[in-house]
């Protein structure tokens, strides 16, 4: 049996229903369809998709190491300045392989990671009351080097460094993750000489997560790396000639495309029945949506297409989002998380023998309780006739990790695909990038800038 | 000018068109529809629905405030042990009200605050072994009192402090928020002693925000409750009785009914331009969801309605969603959670001045930039004819959080109203309970365990 396995029994036909479930010929035709496109894929691995071999990366590995070794028990924390897909990997991989209490109690000679994802003020200013930046390491992420909210940050704490411990010493505190060659980052690095690490090309931020973006940070807390990579391998090993019976990452593009466009389910919930998988189901999101969403088909028509993803944990959302799960419009389609032996089991003791309501949980433990509720969701959803499926590992560990991120990655690509758009280019982002450009008053942006103030609109309805 | 103000320009069909935004007819019936709607809800506000006036509860108040002050300095931990409506609001109001770094850094004299919403056995595993029970007051609340996940925390952690601080004393580290009289946690209540507290009649779980549900552990971190029932009883007299034109809770519950139903926008994203407002937009998330998504009409028959709720961070999300916002489908609406006048500033200093990427940034402050990025999204959301509005408090105090979640139950209770079901039951949520008491073996369910186990379904599939 496979440390990761993708079970689709209850998003078939025979199981929800045909208004809802795929058929036998719909999973025939998929079958056809997947040969292609993962062949499409494979075939642009050496030159365009180069985070298709980023698990293989051991120099990369072997550097990030060496560096992680020279600054061992230097730095009370690690500080991300990066925002996207140079913060996602990072929270995902630490909240899933980390202590949920790693920043109140960091195993000893372990720094405490923080990934500030976000330029809010009220966030950075309290931040900036509550870290000492003598005892830090910043680790500066943007593959263009030209993210606003990056460099914001950089300049921010660059001050500050300098301010506690001089000009020379604060080169020590800052390591920059950015392209080889191009942009403001990297001719910082060379002007400031700060240690630095690069983003391959042919690796967009959201696909990101096995380079140094997402690698670095990971092994400066130290989670195995080595054996994150080897799973993704693992992973690519699994799925890259595999006929689709076989391939879990081509059955699972071809369940998002054929639930979606054959059956109507535009929304896309992936929910985690593990506290540890949370935050992959986050990173999943930009995978999906950003990947997905777009306006401009292949041959450049308009389609506006792309699946909206939904995050939830179970049991949590059980008592938040499920009753609509369950109940409302037939528009979703659901992956549950699922970790089979997790590692903990925590009995419940028996107590109040006489009080029915508490008494039937005694002898019985978490886990069990968990895993019933999981049970219990899946079946009322699929008797409900809301196709389900079930990712689930053995254990969650960075072997495993490594598979599911590898698996989600290939699948996505897969989805492009069948949809027929650029899963990896984002062109949506750049409007409001533009208008945020031309209202901080940058040189170029004059123009935009005269155009949004001389907007009318209507008459502004505020209450 | 008000604390709160709700800014629906981009909602209406002259700025993003009429296929996309509504008329003024549609305003025009919907004012006609919000009239009978709030009337409708006040006349049941002083038999059933009760949570309305809890703005007003000061007997309450002021036990919760003796409570507290006899405990004072006492923890150093408060846990509350509860999930879904007796969790999200807490944790709502924790993240508005008190520092991010809160745990880290816990303000001399107050205790840090762990919602622990979950039983997975990784997480409540993890927090047994970083957290001391004999420095610890735990809040358990469950209404009913039969909630298994919070009942099963409770008799985790009871028999903890029993084993860390003796029979006697570990009635001092527990407090109950319960029903008044039914349910098995009431029956404890009066056996062991503990302290208590009532959530009363006409007060379901997502509308409990205001009762000691949530008022309870924010008052032992700090929080001044008298200032959010102040701020949520300012709302009530703002919107009880006002015309529609000036009332935005009908106006919310009204964009939100013809944004859906007449111009077929299923999802609603709540996107928080504050990292203090973030998880306000999670407890929206299931006031939403579970209020409205129903399978049945309140004439009995099957309508399968809700709106999707979706949650989502500014400017984190820019770079994971914002791409399927502005070139997806035109299947969904937006309000942007904003804060006119953050807390802090944070100046970017000026670096580099030869490198225009960086150099563009120093002078700024991050409010700018922040602030700049929000009305980037928003004009590019609008010129995308995505119809967006904005929720905007003056600063992020008690008072405006207490205004924002009155105004929100309020607009989602005149939903219900619009969408003609139940907005106060949760039928869909048994099922899957049921099917979890089967599983785990409570007397009384063994007929469903046999019909679970019974089912053949289809052939497994599993890759």
Redesign the interface.
């Known amino acids: 049996m496979s440390a990761i396995?993708?079970?689709?029994?209850?998003a078939?036909a025979?199981?929800v229903g045909a208004e809802h479930g795929l058929t036998e010929a719909d999973l025939a035709a998929a079958a056809a369809a997947a040969g292609p496109a993962l062949a499409a894929i494979q075939a642009r691995r050496a030159n365009e998709l180069r985070w298709m071999d980023l698990p293989y990366e051991t120099a990369v590995h072997d550097s990030i190491e060496a560096y992680v070794a020279s600054v061992r028990e230097q730095f009370e924390n690690v500080v991300v300045l990066g925002?996207?897909?140079s913060?996602?990997g990072n929270t995902a991989l630490q909240t899933a392989l980390g202590?949920?209490?790693h920043?109140?109690?960091p195993p000893a000679g372990t720094p405490r990671l923080f990934v500030l994802?976000?330029?809010?003020?009220?966030?950075?200013?309290?931040?900036?009351?509550?870290?000492d930046p003598a005892r830090t390491l910043f680790n500066v992420i943007s593959k263009s080097?030209?993210t606003?909210?990056t460099?914001?940050q950089f300049?921010?704490f660059?001050?500050r460094l300098i301010d506690a411990v001089g000009e020379q010493e604060h080169r020590r505190h800052i390591v920059v993750t950015t392209d080889a060659e191009h942009?403001?980052l990297r001719?910082?690095v060379k002007?400031e000489g700060y240690q630095s690490f690069v983003v391959p090309d042919g690796v967009g931020?959201?696909f990101s997560v096995l380079s140094p973006v997402g690698l670095l940070s990971s092994a400066l807390v130290g989670i195995d790396i080595k054996s994150l990579l080897a799973g993704a391998a693992a992973m690519d090993e699994r799925v890259k000639g595999a006929d689709f019976?076989?391939?879990?990452a081509a059955?699972h593009a071809a369940l998002q495309f054929g639930l979606h466009n054959l059956r109507a389910k535009?929304?896309a919930v992936t929910m985690s029945?593990?506290?540890?998988l949370k935050d992959c189901a986050d990173w999943y999101?930009?995978l999906l949506?950003?990947s997905?969403?777009?306006?401009l088909g292949r041959d450049g028509s308009e389609v506006?297409?792309?699946p909206?993803?939904?995050?939830a944990?179970g049991?949590?959302d059980?008592?938040?989002?499920?009753?609509?799960?369950?109940?409302?419009?037939?528009?979703?389609w659901f992956t549950l998380l699922s970790?089979a032996a997790?590692?903990?089991?925590?009995?419940?003791?028996?107590?109040?023998p006489d009080?029915?309501?508490?008494a039937?949980?005694?002898g019985?433990?978490?886990?069990?309780?968990?895993q019933?509720?999981r049970?219990?969701?899946r079946?009322?959803?699929?008797?409900?006739r809301r196709p389900n499926v079930t990712l689930e590992v053995d254990k969650?560990s960075a072997h495993t990790v490594g598979q599911l991120m590898y698996l989600l990655e290939v699948s996505v690509a897969m989805m492009g695909e069948h949809y027929r758009i650029d899963a990896f280019d984002?062109?949506?982002?750049e409007?409001?990038?533009?208008?945020?450009?031309?209202?901080?008053?940058?040189?170029g942006y004059e123009q935009r800038r005269a155009q949004?103030e001389a907007r009318s609109?209507?008459?502004?309805?505020?209450?």
Do not use: C, W
């Not at 029945?273 to 540890?276: A, I, K, M, T």
């Not at 059980?318 to 979703?332: I, W």
């Open positions: 396995r993708l079970d689709y029994t209850n078939l025979d199981v925002i996207g897909g913060a996602l202590s949920p209490y920043n109140l109690h994802d976000n330029v809010d003020p009220e966030l950075i200013g309290e931040f900036l009351e509550h870290i080097g030209g606003a909210e460099m914001s300049l921010i660059r001050q942009g403001v001719e910082i002007r931020g959201r019976a076989d391939n879990p059955i535009p929304i029945y593990s506290h540890r999101a930009q949506g950003e997905i969403g777009k306006r506006f297409v792309g909206t993803p939904v995050r944990v049991v949590t059980q008592h938040s989002q499920v009753q609509l799960y369950v109940e409302g419009p037939f528009d979703k970790v997790p590692d903990h089991e925590v009995p419940i003791p028996t107590a109040f009080l029915e309501g508490a039937y949980l005694g019985h433990t978490l886990r069990e309780l968990f019933a509720e049970d219990g969701t079946i009322a959803l699929t008797e409900a969650v984002q062109p949506g982002v409007a409001g990038k533009v208008a945020a450009y031309a209202l901080m008053g940058r040189a949004i609109g209507g008459a502004p309805r505020v209450v």
